[in-house]
């Protein structure tokens, strides 16, 4: 996990992920994108992509001569999934509660079933 947030850490990094998000993409297009919008060389570019893919959050392919890069979403999902346990540490606690709360419905209808009624004006046994 630490991989994954060291390499989200990047501003760079950031906005690559931010172009993947519309879908595949060759690392020419990922190149000229960030071009427009930063002073950055093609081989910082490559960089950045290999610590992406290093970290498990792009996938690239080949198709011929080109590389293509995709969002990888088994690492974009572990990174949720652990965002998501901060937000709400105690979630994984959800089912056995509902199931504590049934088991003690369930000992007190019993309890009640088994107890003789009592009429008004009658003493409980002791």
């Keep these: 996990m630490d991989a994954v947030f060291e390499a989200l850490g990047d501003g760079t990094r ?14 020419g297009a990922i190149v000229s994108s960030l071009q ?4 950055i060389t093609q081989p910082s570019v490559s ?3 290999r610590v992406l893919r290093e970290a498990g959050l792009v996938a690239v392919r080949a198709e011929g001569t080109r590389r293509l890069y995709s969002l990888e979403p088994e690492g974009l999902c572990a990174a949720q999934a652990w965002l998501a346990a901060l937000a709400d540490p105690l979630g994984g606690f959800d ?3 509902d199931a504590l709360a049934t088991e003690v419905a369930r000992g007190r209808r019993a309890r009640r079933n088994a107890a003789p009624a009592v009429r008004e004006g009658e003493e409980r046994p002791a």
């Design 36 to 39: 427009a919008q930063a002073p």
């Design 14 to 27: 950031r906005r690559i992920l931010g172009l993947l998000a519309a879908g595949e993409q060759p690392a």
């Design 47 to 49: 960089q950045h992509l």
């Design 95 to 97: 089912q056995p509660l």
